[in-house]
């Protein structure tokens, strides 16, 4: 099934990814065992999407501090904080990133005079500790979300927030894929999510794979078929929630809420709460990543605008929590008043 599709594989202690960059033509997999080939996976998008980039880092940690040859747990823990700096600064959006790193850090402050293989043995325990509780909330927020879900619903989605952004069932697709399972038939608008197209080639192939009736369309067509009454509900994925709910995630998701807005279509973000960061007051706080502008000017390696054309960049815009219905993830779907609601969920998480 396509919500099973893993893109991160740790296989007898050796770390695997697919190359995204190769899909829908190709289906490769990639060794990482160096931090200048998890950096490059990570800024390249050969791994992406939040939960997967968290669950990514924490095991390529390992893979790579086993790789080093460590003489003692002084130097374990000094390597261990090098890796985690450098792998943090790789994409500055999404939290799970720094949030798994530093998940892993804390769990091992306590070994203080262990030998460096307990230390390496402990490390790898609690990244798959991570992977598992993510693909976990995946398969959670799938079961919360497909309560939402009715027969014959239009359902639009942006980027890719299925199984290839987590590592399996996905955070958006989770509850389509459940829905899918009980029976339901929905058809699934794709933004084709330009400039990377994560849409079109991950989205899109991906809901085919798992038979769902998919349409894929140019990120400029959403607001005729809201129009035409095509679509009854928008599920995205995100990158990270501040406080007041106030959402990052996949340039183009703000002005698909305004859209749904105007149009009174609800508006929910599927997230793990990994995703959420309550040290972020408001969505002004979040650092958003801006990229090459050649991703701009060429699709693929063929340029479609003049090669010296100004362009402007962003990978993630901010959608304002009062444009969004609700918020779906593992522990229930969350409604506002979010601010409240948000840190009464976390509480114990
Ligand atoms: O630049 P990307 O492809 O990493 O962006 C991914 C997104 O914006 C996803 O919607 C988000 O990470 C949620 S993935 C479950």
Redesign the pocket.
Known sequence: MAYQIKPILWENGSLKIIDQTLLPSELKYLDIKTIEEAEDAIKS?RV????A?GIFAGLALVAILKNMNLQNIMEAHRKMSEVSERLKKTRPT?VNLAWALDYIKKSAEQLKEDSVENFLLWIESTALEIYRKETEACRMIGIYGSSIINEGDGILT????GAL??CEY???LAPIYLSKKEGKNVKVFVDETRP?F?GARLTAWELMQGDIQTVLICDNMAGVLMRERKINIVI????RVARNGDTA??IGTYSLSILAKYHNIPFYVA?PTSTFDLSVKDGSEIPIEYRNPEEVRKIGERYIAPKDVEVYNP??DVTPGENITAFITEKGIIYPPFEENIVRTLKDR
Do not use: E, M, V, Y
């Open positions: 998008l992406r999407g939040a939960p980039i999404a942006h980027c890719n927030a952004a987590t996905g955070t958006a990377l994560q995205t994925g995100a990158d995630n996949k997230l990978a993630f």
